[in-house]
């Protein structure tokens, strides 16, 4: 155009539809006098660098690529498809977005409700239409690109593994990257709905100098998306970090496991267990990120009770229904990104702009149009779904001014059907594509934003399922539950009836708590010890046969040194050191044993008078897990605070053997490898282990001579409380 070879967003006077006009590669078409043309020939072709991967907008393609996968498990397990094999899995989705396909003309007009052909040079830089049309449209591609997405990957995909008797799940809800060309016309609750066990994740961001990190979570959409669609699993991909290697073990991954479940999450696949045969040496080969579980882990052997820990909870946590106590509305393309552990921190900063005092502890799910539209009614000034799932509220708080007609329309009739409805930021101005509506919204809108206070409302009429300084989340079925996650002695108010007991999961114990009382207004006080890293549940029957726990013991012996240690063989360290007194192996003068990794066998004696009924044997502090030996019997493994364990029945008058065998993780090894030469190493592994200082290598590749060593072994008191 004007001998211009960009066009790019040149404004076009008019637009002249030539498909018609082809004939053996020819156009037959004379152009009307006057004004400059430019001819655009529109087609599409592979990503540069992409040509083995799938069409994920292509139906067909996925078909394709979904029969590759499964005809080898038809052929080699077919009696194993929905028995031994019950999911087939997809990650997250990390690739590039294409913005064409065969057949997405056809799918856009159904989706969008108008042909795409006349709006096709608007995708190529020209201006066919007032800047408003423009951006809508392109919302509508974008928004139709994206529910193709949806459609012909993530749903194909379920359709054929339950045609083959197998469920599905996915990450396909994100973490997204959120700009507007890539998923941010996407409903993310919509994406998560069509799996039969939606699955977020969480990391682990642990730093000994700075114990205020939590880590960081994508599980509270997840969880919303289970709830609202009627999916009782919420799946998690668990204990991801790339904090240093083999740098974790079970206490610490309790305390972010424990908030996971907080969140909502009840189902955890494990982050990760890697193949490393054993010509690869120990500890192996690794994913770059971990955590690592393989039979390589120096914990391996000691990890059956933190297992069986997370087991008892997610069991726990899958029944009956969760509690909430609002539902909240964001618009047509509902999000959450990444947060920390106190989501309402990261989420109400629009609720009011006061943050989490304001609400807080309510609970909220998020609902999209999908549901809102479909599967929600009001009962008795109640929004119940489909799902089961019952609130006392809708919150609107878009994050557009921009929403659909038909779902504004849809909550306006529920207010008038008696549901509470408060609408806060954003009141609409119009909706966001060509294919809707736009007349009607100014009109909804008013009826809408009346200016009602949610704060007011939710203090004088929501009443929270629990409060006080633990974390929590809530379940009902036939009785209530809680899981409360914290630390020290708090007083904790419960929105439920009949009688409490404390299921402890660490030890599968239960017991009543030893102070609680019936208030006036009928909710349950109940007075709750937990220590650091701590977590119970709280189940109210109508019925209880428990008693409280037993007070510890009132006589009190320490176990003095000196204590014998002996190291595992093949590690570094000298078989065995004296020690008078129990202290971090890392301050130790001995370089081998200030960097050992693996078990570290304690051993003493204990001599009684008598037999006592009652003997717990307390530690001031274990890094990291320690297996408990009395006379040569098994008692406890412990792997978590407050680390103690009764040893009584084990016990006899006289000379009592005493043997601790602490394991710690092979973090200090490895960093003791870097100041070796190659064939001095006692580590072997893809890890790198280098003579030098941190500087700007990255954490994840492996261990340099300046980190810093983790505590080691056993540390201040073992004490014996008997009576």
């Known amino acids: ?210 114990p205020k990190k939590e880590g960081r979570y994508l599980i509270r959409p997840i969880a919303s998306a289970a709830r609202i669609y009627g999916k009782k699993l919420v799946a998690q991909e668990a204990f991801t970090h790339m904090q240093g290697h083999w740098s974790m073990y079970p206490s610490l991954l309790k305390f972010f496991g424990d908030k996971s479940f907080i969140l909502g999450a009840n189902f955890s696949i494990l982050h990760t267990f890697t193949s490393s045969p054993d010509k690869y040496g120990l500890p192996g080969i690794e994913y770059f990120s971990g955590t690592h579980f393989n039979r390589n882990v120096t914990w391996h052997k000691q990890s059956a009770e933190f297992i069986r820990y997370i087991a008892r909870c997610q069991y726990m946590l899958r029944y009956g229904n969760p509690r909430s106590d609002f539902c909240l509305y964001e618009g047509d393309v509902p999000y959450d990104h990444w947060y920390g552990q106190n989501y309402w921190n990261g989420k109400i900063h629009r609720m009011g702009k006061k943050g989490a005092d304001k609400f807080y502890p309510l609970k909220f799910d998020t609902i999209n149009n999908e549901i809102l539209l479909g599967a929600a009614r009001v009962e008795n000034g109640l929004l119940k779904l489909d799902s089961g799932m019952t609130y006392k509220a809708l919150y609107v708080d878009l994050l557009s001014d921009k929403v659909s007609p038909a779902a504004l329309k849809r909550i306006l009739e529920f207010k008038k059907a008696g549901l509470p409805v408060f609408c806060n930021n954003n009141k609409p101005t119009s909706c966001a594509g060509l294919g809707e509506n736009n007349e009607a919204i100014a009109d909804i809108a008013d009826n809408l934003w009346d200016g009602a206070d949610f704060g007011k409302f939710a203090k004088e009429k929501l009443t929270p399922s629990c409060e006080g300084d633990f974390e929590y989340i809530a379940r009902r079925g036939e009785n209530d539950l809680f899981f409360l996650v914290g630390q020290g002695r708090k007083k904790i108010i419960f929105d439920a009836k009949g009688i409490p007991e404390l299921w402890n999961a660490v030890d599968g114990s239960r017991c009543a708590p030893d102070k609680w009382r019936r208030l006036d207004d009928g909710r349950t006080e109940i007075e709750l010890s937990l220590p650091k890293h701590g977590s119970i549940f709280v189940v109210f029957a109508d019925k209880s046969r428990a008693t409280p726990a037993l007070p510890a013991p009132k006589n009190s012996m320490e176990i003095c040194g000196p204590w014998s240690v002996s190291f595992q063989k093949g590690r570094g360290a000298p078989d065995k050191i004296i020690m008078d007194s129990l202290v971090d192996l890392t301050k130790h003068g001995d370089f081998g044993v200030r960097h050992f990794s693996g078990e570290a066998s304690y051993s003493n004696t204990i001599k009684l008078d008598a037999i006592p009924s009652r003997a717990e044997l307390t530690f001031d502090e274990v ?101």
């Open 1 to 210: 155009i004007n001998g211009e070879s960009n066009a790019l967003f040149r404004k076009a006077l008019s637009v002249v539809d030539l498909s018609d006009r082809i004939r053996e590669g020819k156009i037959n078409w004379k152009a009307p006098e006057g004004g400059n043309w430019c001819i655009l020939q529109i087609s599409y072709t592979l990503l540069k660098g992409r040509d083995y991967d799938v069409d994920i907008l292509d139906k067909n393609a996925v078909t394709a690529h979904y029969n590759r996968f499964i005809k080898e498990f038809k052929k080699r397990f077919p009696q194993a498809l929905g028995k031994t094999i019950s999911h087939f899995y997809n990650v997250s989705w990390e690739g590039s977005v294409p913005t064409w396909s065969h057949g997405f003309d056809a799918f856009f007009k159904k989706d969008r409700g108008y042909d795409i052909r006349k709006w096709l040079p608007a995708l190529c830089g020209f201006k066919i239409s007032s800047d408003e049309e423009y951006d809508r449209f392109i919302t509508d591609f974008r928004r139709a690109r994206n529910n193709c997405f949806r459609e012909n990957l993530y749903k194909t995909l379920g359709d054929l593994a339950h045609s083959d008797g197998v469920k599905w799940h996915s990450e396909s809800g994100g973490p997204w990257v959120r700009k507007p060309q890539v998923f941010g016309e996407a409903d993310q609750l919509s994406f998560l709905g069509l799996n039969d066990m939606p699955q977020g994740e969480f990391w682990e961001d642990f730093d000994y100098d700075d």
């Open 623 to 723: 890094n990291n897990l320690a297996e408990i030996y009395v006379n040569g019997e098994k008692a406890a493994i412990l792997w978590t605070y407050p680390f103690k364990c009764d040893i009584a029945k084990y016990l006899k008058k006289g000379s009592n053997t005493l043997e601790i065998k602490v394991v710690n993780t092979w973090r200090n090894r490895l960093i003791g490898d870097c100041h070796m030469p190659p064939d001095k190493k006692i580590t072997k592994s893809n890890v790198r282990t280098r003579n030098c200082k941190r500087d700007k290598q990255t954490i994840f590749s492996g261990y340099c001579i300046d980190d810093p060593l983790y505590p080691s072994g056993l540390a201040g008191k073992v004490k014996l409380l008997y009576e």
